[in-house]
């Protein structure tokens, strides 16, 4: 890094000098970075291939899980989603001890540690949402059970009135990149309600995926009620979404 000394202060790149402003200040620099050639084919970078692969797998593998409930998840995730599912399928690779290091995948790994991952960390279901509920998957059916309760212990975000649970199930191959899902949202709740009967919400009739693994969540939506009529609470950032099971 140099200063740039002339009263023409320079930004951008000429040749292998790449121009820039920093701190009040005009600097230089020459172009940086390994050759990515040499990084393909130099032994010497054989672990960094090994991880840019098992790497790229979990990337896809999160991909995968977002694009079966796309439109859900512009109303239940948080702007670092993406990087935050990814690593969590990065340690599912990692956990896989059959494969050789830069052949490790997630349908080898540990699935289950896809468990408990919160979709909008602004607002997480584990939190806002502290009643009993459990979540079965079988022969192509999801069932999510949630417990009575008080809808005053739920933790609203200002303006609510109502709620709403939501329930998405399918079936994962992230190594072959196939998925089916499904998704029910139950009735929406008054808030103010002093008790909440037992509710289930079934999501019926999802394909199984030959090879593939289930993924349940379970999430909360939030209404505001105008002059009688329901509208969602559509920023995205008070409402939650959870895995609550992998089987």
Do not use: C
């Not at 990515?36 to 593998?61: M, S, Y």
């Not at 975000?157 to 949202?185: K, M, Y």
């Amino acid at each position: 890094m140099a200063r740039q000394e002339s009263f023409l202060k320079l930004k951008g790149r000429v040749g292998d000098l790449t121009f820039y402003k920093s701190g009040g200040k005009y600097l230089a620099r020459t172009k940086g970075g390994i050759d990515g050639d040499r990084i393909k084919n130099d032994p010497r970078f054989a672990r960094t291939r090994e991880n840019g692969q098992e790497f790229l797998r979990a990337v896809k593998a999160g991909k995968l899980l977002r694009d079966a409930f796309r439109e859900q998840l512009t109303l239940t995730s948080d702007r670092g989603m993406s990087g935050r599912l990814s690593s969590a399928f990065s340690k599912i690779v990692k956990s896989d001890e059959v494969s050789a290091r830069g052949e490790r995948n997630v349908m080898a790994g540990d699935v289950a540690l896809l468990t408990g991952f919160e979709f909008n960390a602004n607002s997480n279901l584990k939190n806002i949402f502290t009643e009993g509920y459990g979540a079965s998957l079988a022969e192509g059916v999801a069932e999510v059970l949630i417990d009575a309760f008080n809808p005053s212990s739920i933790r609203k975000p200002e303006g609510a009135t109502h709620a709403q649970f939501v329930t998405v199930a399918g079936f994962f191959d992230f190594n072959g990149l196939e998925s089916a899902a499904a998704t029910v949202e139950g009735e929406p709740f008054s808030l103010d309600e002093s008790e909440h009967l037992e509710e289930t919400l079934t999501v019926g009739s999802v394909e199984p995926v030959e090879g593939g693994v289930g993924v349940v969540m379970l999430g909360l939506l939030f209404w505001q009620e105008v002059n009688g009529e329901l509208y969602k609470l559509n920023n995205g950032s008070t409402n939650a979404l959870r895995v609550i099971a992998v089987e």
